[in-house]
């Protein structure tokens, strides 16, 4: 599957993605504040790939502009396969890019491409997705999106960090995405 935004393409990771993964998820500005340790090597970046970026209904973030080269990763997990405890018909949404890319406003342009796909094609009603505190980049892309503050959950044990923080859940319904796109 692939979705397409005026700036951007939404497709499947490859290992052969691996260099480019390993390019902007070194950079330890990136990971830690989403929950994951920057990556060490490329053939860490390709064991990702193969470990996690390949799951049904995730994506590598590409501009058109530059080619096919992967610069951010947006996904969504579904149902069970969330860290959240989600009913089958609700869905995760999670996203990163590399730091070039900051305030360009493309993570909040494939997310709507992805919120789109999860609710008309997926037949989703209700997306959620989270964020750390000190995280404001992301709590903004969410925030630009239509997703609402639902709780808060203090003293989360976070393993791939090995670390307790406090996690911010936003929530967006089926309902409250149709009556922004009416607005628009």
């Not at 993605?17 to 990136?30: E, G, H, I, N």
């Not at 058109?64 to 009913?87: F, H, M, T």
């Amino acid at each position: 599957m692939r979705l397409e935004t005026k700036r951007l393409l939404l497709r499947p990771w490859r290992e052969s993605d691996a260099q480019s993964l390993f390019d902007y998820a070194k950079d330890p500005r990136v990971g830690p504040i989403a929950g994951w340790m920057p990556h060490a090597s490329v053939e860490y970046s390709r064991q990702i790939i193969r470990e996690v970026l390949l799951a049904k209904e995730t994506y590598a973030v590409v501009l058109k502009r530059e080619g096919d080269r992967a610069v951010g990763s947006i996904g969504l997990l579904r149902g069970r396969a969330s860290n959240l405890p989600l009913l089958e018909k609700e869905g995760e949404l999670g996203f990163w890019i590399g730091v070039p890319y900051w305030g360009q406003g493309l993570i909040p342009e494939a997310a709507r491409a992805l919120i789109r796909h999860a609710f008309e094609d997926l037949g989703l009603e209700v997306l959620w997705c989270g964020y750390f505190d000190g995280n404001e980049k992301s709590h903004r892309a969410q925030t630009k999106c239509g997703f609402v503050f639902h709780h808060t959950v203090p003293d989360v044990y976070w393993t791939p960090m090995d670390d307790i923080r406090t996690e911010h859940i936003t929530c967006l319904t089926k309902g409250q995405w149709q009556a922004r796109r009416a607005d628009d």
